[in-house]
């Protein structure tokens, strides 16, 4: 039986429905929206279908998929609709946004005299990687799929497929550069070695510099506040020198975002700590991973087996080769059919309230397969073996000692959030990610690292030795991130440079401003 809903949307104009209908696996439709892990077909009569789709693109940036043809499909499905208690309202929605007002921290005055074309993207480089693609790459599906699914974020090209069909079909290169445009370096990196194109990357490039200067703090700062640009969030640098810390207009430089995955750093750094202690040996880094029988009653089944037969260490799980899947997807789609509905969504109070949403997909050990089920496990673990909560271990072993003000499981009174994601509000934390904090304090968290590691070289030995689920080339780096929002950290520990960025925006992502400044600050000569 597929599920459906009515959406009611309105303007100062009018009031336009469609009908958003799940959509059987492997069928399409000539419009279609992704959302919580399902794929909808939008069906809506032809005088509300332009606006439809066009406040659905609003909406969802990137889950929108849509031909030039206005023609709806006829799926002759059982539907069981769920209507939402309020109708969605775009005027009210933009008023919201533009109430949330506050005075934002200036680390210098820009001046407009600093060109602002340090994030330049390097269109040479991408035109190289586009004239190989089409020289090398035969069968373009699997690369179609990438860049719609995890890096296209250019929401003025509507109909991105078609698009990507033309280009490829007809090698045309300026067709095809603006698909590149929003490409991370980390994605690209992936493209490049996926499709075996001869290549340079820039990927895991060491800086060469590691000093904010007043002039590339000014540009910066351009950059954040450039309409055109549309960066939403807060970012806090930390050199030698001292903090600086730059929020868009209308953000309070204190304001609290979700940190998403960079949670999982606080877990891997808890469990280091931990091994400093001996209070976990490296004996029982590679035994079978220990959890609480309650814990193991939870889990599907599947994954009861799975532990009790393939047997992966603690040590495994920790760097996902545990053969672990997910529970986000399950949770995702739980929200959203609260929020959809008007009942009240899944209460995550503790670590253990994740547990009813693990999924079954297993994989052998040893392969590489990222995995929040397993960081929520590794949490669980910590817990068990110490007997002691989870986020009591937190507030202990760091919170405390690092001064970090802001740290909560639930979303915070004062909270930023994308007020177009219904879920966004509704993320909590587990050892997996999702916790609520600063910009300021994620650099504190970085700065007490950095300290730790002067004071006690062991340490940093340890973060090498079992930190690599977040820890190469002498950084401890992490993203995160849900389809409206993103969140990066970068730390040097040998050389106290900190990048903490924070946003409520998917685009430009966090990552990608995580690039920028490594390349255009960290990187100049």
């Known amino acids: 039986m597929e599920t459906s809903f009515t959406l009611t949307v309105k303007d100062s104009k009018g009031v336009y429905a469609a009908e958003l209908v799940e959509m059987p696996k492997g069928s399409t439709a000539p419009h279609s929206l992704s959302f919580g892990g399902r794929h909808y077909a939008i069906l809506s009569g032809e005088g509300d279908l332009s606006k439809v789709l066009d406040i659905l693109q609003t909406l969802y940036p990137g889950a929108l998929s849509s031909s030039s043809t206005l023609s709806t499909p006829s799926l002759g499905s059982t539907r069981v609709t769920l209507l939402p208690k309020e109708e969605v309202g775009i005027n009210s929605i933009v008023r919201r946004i533009s109430k949330?007002?506050?005075?934002?921290?200036?680390?210098?005055?820009?001046?407009?005299?600093?060109?602002?074309?340090?994030?330049a993207i390097d269109k040479t480089y991408l035109r190289h990687v586009a004239e190989q693609i089409f020289k090398k790459t035969t069968d373009p599906t699997i690369l179609k799929d990438f860049l719609h699914y995890h890096t296209y974020e250019d929401t003025s090209i509507l109909d991105f497929e078609r698009c990507f069909d033309i280009a490829f079909a007809t090698k045309n290169i300026e067709l095809f550069l603006p698909l590149l445009d929003h490409v991370c370096e980390d994605d690209l990196a992936q493209i490049i070695s996926g499709e075996k194109l001869d290549l340079p990357?820039?990927?895991?490039?060491?800086?060469?510099?590691?000093?904010?200067?007043?002039n590339t703090l000014r540009a910066l700062d351009l950059y954040v506040h450039d309409p055109v640009v549309g960066f939403s969030g807060v970012i806090t640098l930390q050199d030698a020198k001292g903090t600086y810390t730059i929020a868009s207009e209308g953000i309070n430089p204190a304001?609290?975002?979700?940190m998403h995955s960079i949670g999982k750093v606080f877990t891997g750094m808890l469990a280091i700590c931990l091994i400093r202690?001996?209070?976990?040996?490296?004996?029982?880094?590679?035994?079978?991973?220990?959890?609480?029988?309650?814990?193991?009653?939870?889990?599907?089944?599947?994954?009861?087996?799975?532990?009790?037969?393939?047997?992966?260490?603690?040590?495994?799980?920790?760097l996902h080769h545990g053969g672990l899947g997910e529970f986000q997807h399950k949770l995702t789609a739980a929200l959203t059919q609260a929020v959809l509905s008007g009942t009240p969504p899944p209460q995550m109070k503790t670590p253990e309230d994740f547990l009813p949403f693990a999924e079954e997909d297993l994989f052998p050990l040893e392969e590489e397969h990222y995995s929040n089920l397993g960081l929520l496990l590794v949490g669980l673990s910590l817990q068990h073996r110490t007997g002691i909560s989870f986020d009591d271990l937190l507030q202990s072993y760091i919170i405390k000692p690092a001064h970090i003000s802001c740290f909560s499981s639930q979303k915070p009174k004062g909270a930023r959030v994308n007020l177009l994601d219904p879920i966004a509000e509704h993320i909590c934390g587990s050892p997996a990610g999702g916790y609520w904090t600063t910009a300021q304090d994620l650099c504190r968290f970085g700065e007490w690292i950095t300290l730790e590691c002067k004071k006690d070289p062991n340490f940093l030995e340890l973060i090498k030795k079992y930190g690599g689920e977040f820890y190469s080339e002498e950084e401890l780096h992490h993203s995160g991130g849900i389809t409206s929002a993103s969140a990066y950290l970068s730390i040097f520990p040998q050389h106290g440079v900190i990048i903490s960025i924070l946003s409520d925006r998917k685009s430009p992502s966090a990552l990608k401003m995580n690039d920028a400044i490594r390349n255009h600050i960290l990187k100049a000569n």
């Open 100 to 119: 949330t007002t506050a005075t934002r921290s200036v680390v210098s005055t820009p001046s407009k005299e600093v060109p602002n074309t340090w994030m």
């Open 255 to 258: 304001t609290p975002f979700a």
């Open 277 to 318: 202690e001996g209070k976990i040996t490296e004996e029982m880094l590679n035994k079978p991973i220990q959890l609480a029988p309650s814990v193991l009653a939870r889990l599907p089944p599947k994954v009861q087996k799975h532990l009790s037969e393939k047997k992966p260490t603690l040590l495994q799980v920790m």
């Open 201 to 214: 990357t820039h990927k895991n490039e060491h800086p060469n510099n590691f000093t904010f200067t007043e």
